[in-house]
């Protein structure tokens, strides 16, 4: 990598550089991320200790959580993954247990779980999440994609369940520019460490 994100500007602007970064990783960097991100997440007392954990099946330029899923069924963790409803009203995700098999689905075409759907309430099952980001900032302000999924997830939550974002090293940045809506996550895990913001209340 050329060095460092930074912070100026917009969302906008952030969530271009963050992507042109995650474009240039290769192969070999992206598969010894997504061990390296098993690694870290199961060193999380949290996560170790959890009996279901809510996380996501990666896209190709996120931090690949794969080897997690596996481990945590390994474990015997229950593992539950988000599956996007298309509605006209607000951003709403659906969970689903993970059984190891996953189809592209929806006008989104994302890899998504082929179990039975659980309802958007499910992801209050959990004892922790991970979820993904672009950045996040040392306050614990989150960017996203920008269609407010999580957002409107974690506002379904006890507060008391620990959320943590899931980034490369290089993006957890200074500052992320904040709206209304934004909510902050406890900590931040990434391949080689994880940050604790807060403690959930």
Not at 83 to 104: H, I, N
Not at 136 to 150: A, E, F, I
Request: proline letters at 8%; glycine letters at 8%; charged letters at 25%.
């Amino acid at each position: 990598m050329d060095g460092p994100i930074t912070s100026g500007g917009d969302k906008g602007t952030l969530r271009r550089t963050v992507r042109r970064s995650r474009a240039a990783r290769s192969p070999q960097e992206r598969q010894q991320t997504e061990i390296a991100v098993a690694a870290a997440a199961l060193e999380v007392e949290a996560v170790r200790t959890a009996s279901c954990v809510a996380v996501y099946a990666s896209l190709p330029d996120e931090p690949g959580t794969g080897e997690l899923r596996r481990r945590l069924r390994a474990l015997g963790v229950r593992v539950l993954l988000p599956v996007v409803l298309e509605t006209t009203t607000q951003p709403t995700l659906d969970w689903a247990v993970d059984a190891g098999g996953l189809a592209p689905t929806g006008v989104l075409k994302l890899l998504e779980p082929t179990g039975e759907r659980l309802g958007p309430d499910a992801v209050t099952q959990a004892d922790v999440l991970l979820i993904p980001a672009l950045a996040v900032d040392t306050t614990g302000l989150r960017l996203g994609r920008g269609r407010g999924y999580y957002d409107a997830t974690l506002a379904r939550l006890n507060p008391r369940t620990p959320v943590f974002a899931v980034v490369h090293d290089d993006e957890l940045v200074a500052e992320v520019p904040a709206e209304p809506h934004d909510r902050r996550v406890h900590g931040v895990l990434t391949p080689t460490r994880t940050v604790f913001f807060s403690s959930p209340a």
